[in-house]
């Protein structure tokens, strides 16, 4: 039978206890006996200094950041990997992204729609989901950009981008989001029309302007299409399936295929006029080509072309 003594000295122990694992505070309790937690899911947000909310199994739970621990540059939206310990209000040991975040620079060609845009990274132009409250309305379309971001399953997400240089006037090197821009192009040289033009093989995705449906039309089908340059993204503002080349002012060309729903992927081939003291005479025919170029009263004009 315990002695009066024993359960004075049981009831203290068990209050002191409660003392120092009770509440939500930031100060964890004795950890050597409890058991550490690994689970994964969504960075909600972070509450205030001191806590943060994270999406586990469909709904979100309150968590206290243990000593050290930092979710300073965790977006919310952000899958994350993570480990604690149980109380009233469980202790955040430690915390991280999952899977590598990725730092790059690009020109970015604008939002394809709310939740994505489209980056332009050494000729390749890549899709890209938004973070939760990322936002991107203030960079203008052909600004150079330094970014990062993470693969994810449904592809990668953006998580920071900085303006790094305006799009820039190519008649007078001046930023001006109104003038004409210089345009980022690649492809395969297919030849030299004249002496003053030549003609490139260009693969290329275009967004779907307003009113504009593919479907019906299958990939590999011959299409005639019309399109309008807005910044460094091209939006068609027509494309139909046809049985052979038409007349008028559309261009034609092969439907690779759709990429998602605002956008699809064109194959074909386009007229570049020569600008003053551009020349391809060391760009053998076939050649994949890296380009920048303005649009034309009549063509697009070629600014400089190098073989990649």
Do not use: W
């Amino acid at each position: 039978m315990m002695r009066i003594k024993d359960m004075l000295f049981v009831a203290i122990a068990v209050i002191l206890l409660f003392i120092t694992t009770g509440g939500c505070g930031p100060e964890e309790a004795t950890l050597t006996e409890q058991t550490i937690l690994s689970e994964e899911g969504v960075f909600v947000r972070q509450v205030d200094s001191q806590s943060v909310e994270i999406e586990i199994d469909g709904g979100p739970r309150a968590f206290t950041l243990g000593t050290g621990v930092s979710v300073t540059g965790i977006a919310d939206g952000a899958e994350v990997s993570f480990t604690y310990v149980e109380e009233e209000c469980p202790v955040l040991l430690s915390i991280e992204v999952k899977g590598a975040v990725r730092e790059d620079e690009g020109i970015y060609t604008g939002q394809i729609d709310s939740h994505s845009v489209e980056i332009e990274i050494d000729g390749q132009f890549i899709a890209l989901e938004l973070a939760e409250n990322l936002e991107v309305d203030e960079i203008d379309d052909g600004s150079r950009v330094a970014f990062s971001y993470r693969e994810s399953d449904t592809g990668p997400v953006l998580f920071s981008i900085t303006v790094l240089e305006e799009p820039v006037d190519s008649e007078n090197g001046e930023p001006d989001g109104e003038d004409t821009v210089e345009l980022v192009g690649e492809g395969i040289l297919s030849g030299q029309i004249d002496a003053h033009s030549v003609e490139i093989e260009i693969v290329r995705p275009f967004i779907l302007g307003e009113g504009v449906d593919v479907t019906g039309i299958e990939d590999g089908s011959l299409v005639a299409f019309t399109f309008t340059e807005s910044g460094q993204r091209a939006v068609l503002d027509s494309i139909e399936a046809v049985e052979q080349p038409v007349e008028g002012e559309v261009m034609h060309g092969t439907l690779i295929g759709q990429i998602d729903s605002q956008s699809v992927e064109v194959r074909y081939f386009r007229a570049f006029a020569l600008d003053q003291g551009i020349s391809i005479e060391e760009i053998a025919d076939g050649s994949e080509v890296f380009f920048t170029y303005v649009e034309g009263s009549q063509q697009p004009v070629l600014t400089s072309i190098s073989q990649r």
